[in-house]
């Protein structure tokens, strides 16, 4: 998506090197800006991106143009990014697997976690739901549980593929629980679906956008969300952490990240424009009808976000002994 507004003078921008802090600040940006998208079309990271860029794109005044290069699970845009000019005009939008789950698991890996990428601000979250099929004997997630404790290995769970977010989530499941289930990964998304809704899968753990509609249709049944706190969509629905299992947290986040070396005060603008932003009924309207928690914030919070899912996420694939092919 390319929305298109009178482009400025770029004198400014030959000079931003020289500038002090603030001149910095307030003569960026001066041209377009590239926002690298790490997927195809129509994912959640491709959606949040075109929520925010036309509202971003107006408080900076120059055009945002949202680019999808998908491939090798978002990491291909995250490397793009990464070897751009640290100038503010190539950035990312990321997610919790092409920026912090994935690369460990590749041989040698694409890049470095903490060197290579620069978490500027979070940009929203989805949470994720553990649902059955309608017609399970399962009436809660204790009963589930229970059933893979008497017969290990026997219940399965769906994922889009190894090392997705539902693949890991069902894994902390497992973990947390001390249960074992056998993972049955599918190709992508749709297939994972369609097999739980046919019966043939027992549990799934996938985002809200995903199942909601299933869910008020009776099609699937809803056990258990997440995230630390229940959600506006389903708020009958208990968390993970209610269940007994206090602390638990997997959720899908987006981010937006900017190359090694990024002056400051570009971050900062990006920083204020974002929380900014969010401060729109219509757009925090429009994100939450899509499924989306918000997100904004300080860098810090951020920075911390991508750095402790990182560790976390590494330690629980040693553990299961997850690996990519």
């Known amino acids: 998506m390319t929305i298109r507004l009178p482009r400025r003078a770029l004198g400014a921008a030959a000079l931003a090197p020289l500038l002090p802090a603030p001149a910095i600040a307030q ?23 075109r929520f925010l860029a036309p509202v971003l794109q107006e408080e900076f005044g120059q055009t945002i143009a949202v680019e999808n290069r998908p491939g090798a699970s978002g990491t291909l845009a995250v490397l793009a990014m990464s070897r751009a000019r640290p100038d503010g005009y190539t950035m990312l939008m990321t997610t919790i697997s092409a920026s912090a789950v994935v690369p460990p698991l590749m ?22 739901v553990a649902v059955v099929p309608a017609n399970a004997p399962d009436r809660s997630l204790p009963d589930l549980l229970e059933r893979a404790r008497r017969d290990p290995g026997v219940l399965n769970y769906s994922s889009s593929g190894v090392a997705t977010q539902q693949h890991l989530a069902a894994e902390l499941l497992s973990t947390s629980a001390g249960v ?3 993972h049955v990964p599918f190709r992508g998304t749709g297939q994972a679906v369609n ?53 638990f947290d997997a959720v899908v986040w987006y981010m937006l990240m900017a190359p090694p070396g990024i002056p400051q005060p570009i971050a900062d603008r990006w920083v204020e424009a974002v929380n900014k932003a ?15 928690v918000i997100g904004g914030g300080t860098q810090q919070q951020a920075q911390a976000m991508l750095l402790n899912d990182a560790e976390r996420y590494a330690a629980l694939v040693r553990n299961a002994n997850i690996r990519l092919d």
């Open 27 to 49: 003569a960026y940006p001066t041209r377009a800006i590239s926002l690298l998208v790490g997927f195809a079309p129509g994912g959640g990271t491709d959606i949040i991106s």
């Open 107 to 128: 041989n040698p890996p694409p890049f470095d976690i903490r060197r290579d990428q620069t978490a500027v601000v979070h940009a929203a979250t989805v949470p994720l």
């Open 180 to 182: 074992r289930m056998t």
């Open 195 to 247: 097999e739980i809704l046919a019966g043939r899968i027992d549990l799934a753990i996938d985002t809200f956008p995903t199942y909601l509609p299933h869910i008020r249709a009776g099609r699937v049944r809803a056990l258990a969300v997440t995230m630390p706190q229940r959600v506006e969509w389903l708020p009958e629905t208990p968390t993970v952490a209610e269940l007994g299992f206090p602390g």
């Open 278 to 292: 969010y401060r729109n009924e219509d757009l925090r309207k429009r994100i939450s009808d899509a499924g989306f």
